[in-house]
Each structure stands twice: as C-alpha cells, then as structure tokens.
C-alpha cells in the first residue's frame, strides 16, 4: 500500500510541474475535505476494532462511551424503545454513527468539488481524486494508529 500511495504521490507531482495542471484554492478545499474524511474514517474503525478506544484516550461522555449505542434509546434502556429519528437519525447520538456519517459526507464533497471544477480536463480531475483517496487514506491510517 505505501508503495501505491508513494506511486500516486510522484504521479501527482509530475502533473504538477506541467504547465497544464496547476493547484487551485478548491483543490486545496478537496485535500482538506478528504482529509477530515480520513480522520473521522480512521476515527470510526478505531471504534469498531475496540469500543473502549475513546475512554481510554482520554475522551469523556456519553457520545464517546462504549456503550453509546443506548443513547438511541428513550432513557438509555433498549427495554423502552427507541428515540423518534429526526434529522438525520442516530447521527448525532454516539461517535459511531456520527464518524460513520460525515467520513462518507466529506469523501462525497471532496470528489464534488473536484468534479465540479470549470477548468481542467477529465484526466487531471480524475488525478485529484485518487489523489484525494491517497489522502484519505493516509489519514485514516494514521487516526487509527494514533488511537488505537
């Protein structure tokens, strides 16, 4: 994998360098966006992989507990039935659902506004987004290992 990611990187560059395919400020909104996606990606399977990881790198509360899946429970008891879904459901409740939601949210933007870009052709754009993936990645990788 890093020997990809190394590949795309150089690849990325090259482009650079070339009259044709310069850097813009919504390029740099891109890489931001894939790299906020990254971090709440690495943050969601740092979750799944051990759901203590928040408690015990300090994070405090309920959104951050293990058991924060009960926080779409009326009094936090499965026994009592679930909360009503209002705007975007379970999104805002427990780390899981919201890491799972907005990773995915800023991945989608991130390729939108490279994709929507006036200038440029097809194949620069497509270079940006798996630029972009290479960062996402590269920062999930990164959050997990941090918490994990």
């Not at 990773?103 to 620069?124: E, I, R, Y």
Request: include cysteine; charge should be positive.
């Amino acid at each position: 994998m890093k020997t990809f990611v190394t590949i795309l990187l150089l690849t990325a560059l090259g482009f650079t360098a070339s009259a044709q395919f310069k850097l813009t400020k919504s390029d740099l909104l891109a890489g931001a966006q894939y790299a906020i996606s990254g971090v709440l990606w690495g943050a969601h399977e740092a979750y799944q992989a051990d759901p203590y990881v928040f408690e015990s790198n300090g994070f405090d509360g309920q959104f951050w507990a293990h058991d924060a899946w009960k926080n779409k429970y009326i009094g936090r008891n499965p026994e009592n039935g679930m909360k009503a879904n209002r705007w975007l459901g379970h999104t805002f409740r427990d780390v899981d659902h919201f890491t799972g939601t907005f990773n995915n949210a800023f991945a989608v933007s991130g390729t939108a506004t490279v994709c929507l870009q006036d200038q440029g052709n097809w194949k620069h754009k497509a270079l940006k987004v798996l630029a972009g993936v290479a960062v996402r990645s590269l920062f999930a990788s990164a959050t997990y290992r941090v918490l994990r």
